[in-house]
């Protein structure tokens, strides 16, 4: 039985040297092979000819094919070259012993010719492998521009198209061509620079419906107003003295704006009310602390805090605070301060004394 050897490769690039070199050995080994020899696809029309300009011609001219079919037959020896547009395939068969290994690794050389090494050593079906993976990427990029929102998802949707991108471009070089003019580069096809264009738009869209959100979080919100009047207590004045340091300090670390509130907002003297607030630094400590709101005078020894705890989530859960009977007279209002020490700035509500 004659011997037969296959071999596979990945798609690729081939110049018309190259080519021409593959017609030459083919005519060598094969002088008076039968017609029909040379086979090529344009527009969905197959042309079939004795020789590649022959062929060629009636292909109309064209200066690239993505696909060709080399047939050889001399007795029981035989070659058969054929070219996808993903895959190249060649086999040599009969003759001597030595044939269809030599002949095959003449061919092998010719195709490795103007051949990178890194496409040398990728695998034969390197072009299925990312069919595969550009499917997969083009759904994870789609997922996260629907699903989620938000700074972080506009980054991550940029780098999923960006690995999309990179994969398709791979995927475009190991796509067969053969270039049938002298220096003629590989051109670009309308449809593949619409493709690069569509991968663009997840990186767009996300940067547009996220990237707001990112500068939102980015502008200074303005430092409460205290508005104290007739302050005679040195403890007011190192409260203000905190609370504009604490501004300063929120305009450069950007910390989140916090919010405080007090339930119920009126009550005596005496009587506690529930303070809750959000924003602030995640199990950190702050000192709540009561003070003279406007209109309303208080002696240093008047004035209260209490230490607070808050939670991992940067919130301060139902804390109750009691005002105390002699801090302050009916109908004073009294400025519930929250104060986180210079770690951001100081938040504040008013509470009114019956």
Known sequence: ?????????????????????????????????????????????????????????????????????????????????????????????????????????????ILRTRTSKLRRRLPPRMRLITDWCLGVEAAMALVVILVTTGWASAVTSACISAALMITWVIRRSYTTRFLLADDLREPWKRSEKLTLIGMSVPIIVAMIVNGPHYFEGDKTPAPPQSGSVGQSSNHTDSTASRAATSALSRDTERSALAKITVTPAFGKAGAPFVLTGTGFEPESDVWVELAAGPGTTLSKDKAERHLVRVNNRGEIKHETITVGRGLCCAGGKIRVIVDTEGKMAAVETTYTLK
């Open 1 to 109: 039985m004659a011997r037969e050897v296959p071999r596979k490769r990945s798609g690729r690039t081939i110049h018309k040297d190259q080519l021409e070199r593959l017609v030459k050995a083919a005519e060598r080994e094969f002088p008076s092979a039968s017609d029909d020899r040379f086979s090529i696809t344009v527009d969905g029309e197959t042309q079939r000819e004795a020789s590649l300009e022959a062929v060629v011609q009636e292909a109309g001219g064209p200066a690239v094919v993505d696909n060709l079919i080399i047939s050889d037959r001399d007795g029981d020896k035989s070659f058969y070259f054929e070219a996808t547009r993903g895959l190249i395939k060649f086999r040599a068969g009969g003759g001597d012993r030595f044939f269809p290994v030599g002949f095959c690794k003449e061919v092998d050389g």
